[in-house]
């Protein structure tokens, strides 16, 4: 018989001490005694707690967790990583996390692993995974050397973050750098050329000619106006709680075509593709919708004056596109790259500003995806 029991020292400290109780049989194979063996088993007992704790806490985080040998096998997976790759990594102990991952995803994750095993260091990567869901999210992985267990090996402990929603919250703000640098500047220029003209010649202009510069002070002043109630708007847009509820794209769409034919008469726009297609909607669309048509306008004079807005839903893909077009316009290479990006880097704008030059137009649509599902604000 063996069995672990709490007992106490003659100082009153309390341990854990574990007694084996066997028989002492004589000749004829009758019990005649009984041997008593007792050890101190404190010492494991409280590691097994503490390693319980750990695997409670590993089971509890939200972030994906994985644990991993030299080789990028898993060893462990909490729920929160087997909810992220749709793997039961128990069910299928010898799969290795770089199996699961596109081959560039995987290179890094190897390095990662080896840097830590042979140096030790803790390393962070950055991975955009496609899950299979479809949905792209982003990830802060931190690689560790792992020293709780007492497994032979070296194994890495892999703790990723999702930081979806920072990268496009930066992407949001990017949009909102550009419109403020191009519409405050465009808009202060006018205000304040025409205030300096009429200040110098003030005594040698006409009535209609201070009253001409006055009307466009004002028009200048009221779409500065507009422009920042427009960030205040796309502000609260940038709040994935008040963007969750699924909408009509092209109902959406064809009542921000509707404002934008008001403002540019002499531009024909046409809106094509789904007649309904339901997906979760920024607050901040029309802004977007209106700054892009802007720019092409006041850059361009929007060539052919035409705009094609074009709507794509193709079940199951998770996502609805939404595809602008100016026909006869071309985009810098540079431009079209901070398009499909959704970010611009300072060298990018300084050279798309006209500081820099460029390889080439590239004549493809700006398009955008948004998401069917509340848990993804599309871009």
Request: aromatic content about 6%; overall charge negative; glycine content about 6%.
């Amino acid at each position: 018989m063996s069995v672990v029991i709490r007992n106490y020292r003659r100082d009153g400290e309390a341990f854990w001490n574990q007694l084996d109780i066997v028989p002492v049989y004589d000749d004829a194979g009758t019990v005649t005694h009984f041997l008593g063996f007792q050890q101190d088993v404190t010492e494991q007992i409280e590691r097994k707690r503490l390693l319980e704790q750990y695997e409670h806490v590993f089971e509890s985080v939200s972030d994906p967790v994985v644990v991993l040998r030299a080789d990028t096998t898993v060893v462990h997976a909490n729920a929160a990583a087997t909810d992220v790759f749709e793997v039961d990594f128990r069910a299928t102990p010898t799969t290795a996390l770089t199996d699961i991952l596109p081959s560039e995803q995987a290179s890094v994750v190897r390095r990662a692993c080896r840097v830590v095993v042979e140096t030790g260091r803790t390393q962070e990567r950055e991975l955009t995974l496609t899950l299979p869901t479809g949905q792209s999210r982003t990830f802060q992985v931190k690689f560790e050397h792992e020293s709780v267990s007492d497994s032979a090996g070296d194994r890495v402990i892999a703790i990723a973050r999702d930081i979806s929603a920072i990268r496009a919250q930066q992407g949001r703000l990017t949009v909102l750098d550009r419109v403020l640098r191009h519409n405050f500047r465009n808009k202060l220029t006018v205000v304040s050329g025409r205030a300096e003209h009429v200040a110098a010649n003030a005594e040698e202009m006409d009535p209609a000619s201070i009253s001409e510069a006055a009307e466009a002070i004002q028009t200048a002043s009221d779409e500065l106006l507009d422009t920042a109630d427009a960030v205040r708007q796309f502000h609260l847009g940038s709040d994935p709680d008040q963007s969750s509820v699924p909408l009509d794209v092209p109902t959406l769409v064809r009542s921000a075509v509707g404002d934008l034919r008001a403002v540019y008469p002499g531009v024909e726009f046409t809106v094509a593709g789904a007649p309904a297609a339901s997906a979760i909607c920024p607050a901040q669309l029309e802004l977007c919708l209106e700054q892009l048509v802007e720019h092409a306008v006041g850059k361009w004079g929007a060539p052919a004056g035409q705009v094609s807005l074009q709507v794509t839903d193709e079940p199951p893909s998770p996502s609805v596109e939404l595809a602008v077009r100016f026909p006869g316009m071309a985009f810098s290479e540079i431009e079209r790259s901070a398009l499909d990006a959704g970010s611009e880097s300072p060298w990018n704008t300084r050279r798309a500003s006209g500081s820099g030059s460029s390889s080439g137009p590239s004549r493809t649509p700006a398009a955008g995806s948004l998401s069917r599902t509340p848990t993804t604000v599309g871009s």
